[in-house]
């Protein structure tokens, strides 16, 4: 394994293929968890899932041949409280959640090395960014795609989450039993419960600063972008923006080797009309695109099944065979799911303090800057 971007490495290569890291003097490291037993009878077979958390692996029990997947959160991450939270709070969300796009956690807790872990469903598929990588996704599939991720999301946000995350690597194109097409949700690691018992999608609330910025420069609207602290449902619906673009043009709105300049284009660049790369395109569909990828959260979609009313309307042929009331109804109540988010994860509802509420505007250059730093950390460790 090579220790830098933790990806396999064969024992003779000199180099790793992935980040290009020189194979260290005394060869490289071993991936402990491989092969060792788990909980029971489960037994770690396989890495999948190379992200930012640490590490993300297949087990099976050998004795009856189901799998689970792993997910941990590795060493030095393990220590930061801020990040164990987080780890806590994807857990407990996916968990409850019940939500059939959305992967569902079945258990977490920690190894008896102390590492924080969480097992979910194992979902066979394709990741969507190697579906949409191959070029061969065809305009139905694409729609069916984003009206599940829509649905999952209305849902979702009803009950005060929002995922912060959304790209196509973190979405696995799966079927359900009758092989139809089946979207799955994954990676909550970035999830915000809000603190809004109401109606949680519109009104906003304070949460407390992050101390690292999160999203991936490619698909993070611009109030993410600017570390802003009272996110909603509406900056899912960027990132989803930002994956119609891709799927309706085949490029992303913002390109650039540098995701400083890619920041800097989601809060000042208008894209490109998507039909003026793709003449097929329906100026409908770019009406579409272009309000989810408003610079200001209150020129796009207030919610999730405004924008599905809208492509329904465009494309009614292609209904999917899921409808919202279908999904949420075993989704679990927002009360509830408060309930069990504040019972697992201290302090993770982030209460409205409006006594806090100005804050200077130096304090949001230096956190845009301190964020910045972050990302091109993590851009560089993880990419
Ligand atoms: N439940 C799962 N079933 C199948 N593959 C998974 C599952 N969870 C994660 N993966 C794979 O692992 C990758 C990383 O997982 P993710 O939850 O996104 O972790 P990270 O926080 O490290 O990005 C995913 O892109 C996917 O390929
Ligand atoms: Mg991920």
């Not at 792993?70 to 930061?80: D, R």
């Not at 807790?109 to 194992?122: I, K, N, S």
């Not at 970035?190 to 999160?214: E, S």
């Not at 913002?254 to 809060?267: D, R």
Request: charged residues 25%; negative net charge.
């Amino acid at each position: 394994m090579c220790d830098k971007c933790r990806r396999p490495v064969q024992a003779v290569q000199e180099r790793c293929d992935h980040c290009r890291k020189k194979r260290p003097a005394d060869g490289w490291a071993v991936d402990a968890r491989v092969g060792q037993p788990l909980l029971g009878s489960l037994k770690v077979i396989q890495r999948i899932g190379y992200g930012a958390t640490g590490g993300v692996y297949l087990a099976e029990d050998p004795g009856t041949g189901d799998r689970v997947v792993v997910k941990y959160l590795h060493g030095a991450l393990a220590s930061e409280p801020e990040l164990v939270k987080r780890f806590r709070v994807e857990a407990v969300v996916t968990k409850e959640l019940n939500i059939p796009q959305v992967v569902r956690t079945f258990d977490f807790g920690r190894t008896d090395d102390g590492t924080p872990y969480l097992t979910m469903e194992y979902v066979p598929g394709t990741g969507l960014r190697e579906a949409m990588g191959s070029g061969t996704m065809t305009m139905e599939d694409a729609l069916e795609v984003m009206r599940q991720i829509l649905m999952a999301l209305e849902v979702a946000h009803k009950r005060c989450v929002i995922h912060r995350d959304l790209k196509p690597g973190n979405i696995i194109l799966s079927r359900d039993p009758e092989g139809h097409l089946l979207v799955k949700i994954l990676d909550f690691g970035f999830a915000k419960v809000l603190a809004d018992r109401h109606d949680g999608f519109h009104h906003t609330v304070k949460v407390t600063r992050d101390r690292i910025i999160l999203g991936t420069p490619h698909y993070m609207s611009p109030e993410q972008a600017k570390g802003a602290m009272d996110l909603d449902g509406r900056t899912d619906l960027y990132s989803l923006g930002v994956m119609l673009y891709m799927m309706m043009t085949g490029v992303p709105p913002f390109n650039s080797e540098v995701p400083m300049e890619i920041i800097q284009m989601h809060l000042t660049q208008p894209p490109k009309t998507p039909s003026s790369l793709c003449p097929t395109i329906p100026q409908e569909m770019d009406r579409i695109i272009l309000k989810l990828l408003e610079k200001k959260p209150e020129d796009r979609y207030a919610t999730a099944s405004e924008v599905l009313a809208d492509l329904d309307r465009l494309y009614p042929a292609g209904a999917s065979k899921w409808n919202i009331e279908q999904i949420s109804n075993n989704a679990i109540d927002t009360s509830d799911l408060l309930m069990q988010v504040g019972r697992y994860v201290e302090d993770s509802i982030q209460v409205p303090d409006p006594s806090k509420n100005n804050w200077p505007v130096a304090l949001y250059v230096a956190g845009a800057g301190a964020a910045a730093l972050a990302i091109l950390t993590l851009w560089w460790l993880f990419s």
